[in-house]
C-alpha cells in the first residue's frame, strides 16, 4: 500500500531534501501508524528522524500528527488502520527564536 506522508510547518527541514510530500509502499498490506512510523525508521526517509518521531508508537513532544487533516488522537493514535489514499501530516508547532 501506499502511504504519503506530509511535512509542515518546522517539519519540513527534518525530511531528506526538504520536500514537503514523501510517498513510500509499505511493507504490510494494511499497516498501522505504528508499522508507518517503523518503517520510516528503518529505511532512514528522514534525516532527522529523532526530531519527529520518538519510537513507533510515539512523536516527540510538539510535533502534530494528523491524519487526512484530522488529529490523530481522534483516531487511536499510533494503532489507527492506515486505508488507501491517507494521508499522514506532521506539523511541528516548536519554532526557535
Known amino acids: ?35 508507518i512510523f517503523a518503517q520510516v525508521r528503518r529505511k532512514k526517509l528522514i534525516d532527522d528522524i529523532d526530531a519527529l518521531i520518538e519510537s513507533d508508537k510515539d ?20 494503532e489507527y488502520q492506515v486505508c488507501k489514499n491517507d494521508r499522514i501530516t506532521f506539523v511541528s508547532t516548536l519554532h526557535g527564536g
Open 1 to 35: 500500500m501506499e502511504v504519503t506522508l506530509e511535512f509542515c510547518g518546522g517539519a519540513e527541514t527534518a525530511h531528506n531534501r526538504g520536500e514537503k510530500f514523501l510517498t513510500f509502499k509499505s511493507e504490510n498490506k494494511e499497516p498501522k501508524v505504528s508499522d
Open 59 to 78: 512523536v516527540k513532544p510538539g510535533v502534530l500528527v494528523l491524519i487526512n487533516d484530522a488529529d490523530w488522537e481522534l483516531f487511536n493514535e499510533a
